[in-house]
């Protein structure tokens, strides 16, 4: 059942953030997590907002994987004490088979959420708001703008068993569908959520 965000009870959680940054990057021609944004890379600008709502950050990597573990390394120690990078070798098969690597290193957290790698424009409000919006009724939070779904996600321990006894063809999509999932959709002030950098074009939108 879908709803959209009023007023309830809210719950403190524990929330591991996943970010997956084990693609190509084909359409953009340039490796994505490393591209920068605001004097850091998209990688670092989305794992230092994240600290402000995450217990711990798992990053999911495959192509290019040496070069973001070496990237990783020259970051500040606080963040990366936060830091746990996690090997795909199956992400030749799709962004889904990373998200499923990253939630089977999970081992005690309530939430995730969910980041795509080429959204690093979101301000620091948008994270702390959104974890506001965990409550006792609901598998699956994500933001609208103007009526328009966007990313990152919140999902329970529901989503993550489901999505963990997926086979490696499916995708976020079947499984967010099933009937089981309570899904919630809260009204934000951030048309970022709206927006991912996937081409060169797009890139524009920085300068």
């Not at 021609?29 to 004097?39: A, E, V």
């Not at 746990?84 to 005690?108: P, Q």
């Not at 702390?128 to 996600?153: C, S, V």
Request: aromatic share 12%; net charge neutral.
């Amino acid at each position: 059942m879908d709803s959209i965000k009023t007023n309830f009870q809210i719950r403190k959680e524990n929330i591991t953030g996943i970010i997956i940054s084990a693609g190509f990057s084909k359409r953009m021609r340039k490796f994505k997590p490393l591209l920068m944004y605001n004097g850091n890379s998209f990688l670092n600008n989305i794992a230092t907002k994240l600290c402000l709502v995450c217990d711990d950050i798992i990053i999911v990597t495959g192509y290019n994987a040496d070069q973001i573990k070496n990237h990783i390394s020259e970051w500040d120690p606080i963040l990366k004490e936060k830091i746990k990078i996690i090997y795909n070798d199956n992400y030749k098969r799709g962004m889904f088979t990373s998200l499923k690597r990253g939630v089977e290193a999970i081992s005690k957290y309530d939430w995730v959420l969910y980041h795509f790698v080429d959204q690093p424009t979101l301000p620091n409000e948008f994270y702390e708001e959104f974890r506001k919006q965990i409550d006792l009724t609901n598998d699956w939070i994500q933001p609208i703008y103007k009526g328009q779904k966007g990313h990152p996600i919140l999902f329970n321990e529901k989503v993550m068993d489901l999505i963990a006894s997926a086979g490696d063809n499916s995708n976020l999509r079947n499984i967010s569908s099933e009937g089981m999932i309570n899904k919630t959709f809260w009204e934000c002030k951030c048309p970022e959520i709206l927006s991912d950098f996937d081409t060169p074009n797009d890139l524009l939108e920085l300068k």
